[in-house]
């Protein structure tokens, strides 16, 4: 009885949905790893390098370690240094039972006052929307108040999910004072809602104070941001005002592996 052919990792290719390791030879690099100043395994991660750079797409599976040992003429403990070496470095990420695949690089925020537009833009990433519901309503209590209105006030409430090259990174959910912007939803908000705000409102967001925690996906999260139901996200807390005009509460979940903060810490005068 024929044996079912395993992938990378020991396990049933067929049952994963993995592609044969033979669909991948035809694609890499025409090279001879030899022996000299540069060891073979630097070599090879060169060459995954490339591949990573100029085939692949975050989130594709690299070829299998059989096929770079016949490829390549190293040992297995050859590729599995170089791929290790990538794996350190953040360039790929190991699947258990799954493979290796090429690791999104994360969206980095340095806590400027920013759009997502703007900072997808800024890494040369195109930013779009889908938006998950819209409305006017009466605002939960700590908004009404952060808003300073009163509590029958209608303000503006929109959920989007934010995606940056066609791959989902954050939903945000955002109220929106309808003082300033009293028919925000008229405009196209699928694009940037501070650019709106600044352009037709007159009400630039010019400051803001954000809060950051960690929180695990929930089911309905999960699977918008394509992620496994108690996966770790960061939750921010984004209270934005125009001057002195409270203009934006709104709390975004990201992707942790397609997101990350970066600030600068300086010492104080007091220490």
């Excluded at 400027?112 to 195109?126: D, G, I, R, T």
């Excluded at 300073?148 to 209608?154: F, K, L, N």
């Excluded at 945000?172 to 409102?201: F, K, Q, T």
Aim: with cysteine; glycine share 6%; proline share 6%.
């Amino acid at each position: 009885m024929p044996h079912e052919p395993l992938n990378q990792d020991g396990l049933p290719a067929a049952s994963i949905g993995v592609e044969p390791e033979s669909s991948h030879v035809d694609t890499l690099p025409n090279r001879v790893l030899i022996d000299g100043l540069k060891p073979k395994h630097q070599q090879l991660r060169e060459i995954l390098e490339e591949i990573c750079t100029t085939q692949l797409q975050p989130g594709d599976m690299l070829p299998g370690e059989r096929i770079l040992e016949e490829k390549y003429g190293v040992s297995r403990i050859t590729v599995r240094r170089a791929i290790g070496d990538l794996v350190a470095s953040g360039r790929l990420k190991r699947a258990r039972g799954k493979g290796t695949f090429v690791a999104h690089s994360p969206l980095i925020s340095r806590l400027h006052l920013a759009s997502f537009s703007a900072e997808m833009a800024a890494q040369n990433l195109s930013a779009t929307s889908r938006i998950l519901s819209s409305s006017r309503g009466a605002a939960p209590d700590d908004i009404a108040d952060f808003f300073g209105t009163d509590r029958t006030v209608q303000h503006i409430t929109l959920r989007r999910l934010r995606l940056g090259n066609g791959r989902p990174y954050a939903i945000d959910h955002g109220w929106y004072n309808s003082v300033y912007a009293p028919d925000l939803l008229e405009n196209d908000v699928y694009n940037s809602v501070y650019s709106i705000l600044d352009r037709v409102y007159e009400v630039p967001v010019t400051q803001a104070e954000q809060t950051v925690t960690a929180v695990a996906a929930d089911e309905d999260t999960a699977k918008l941001l394509d992620v496994t139901p108690g996966a770790p996200l960061l939750r921010i807390l984004r209270q934005s005002l125009s001057g002195d005009k409270p203009l934006e509460w709104c709390v975004s979940l990201y992707r942790t592996d397609r997101y990350s903060l970066k600030t600068l810490v300086t010492r104080s005068e007091d220490l």
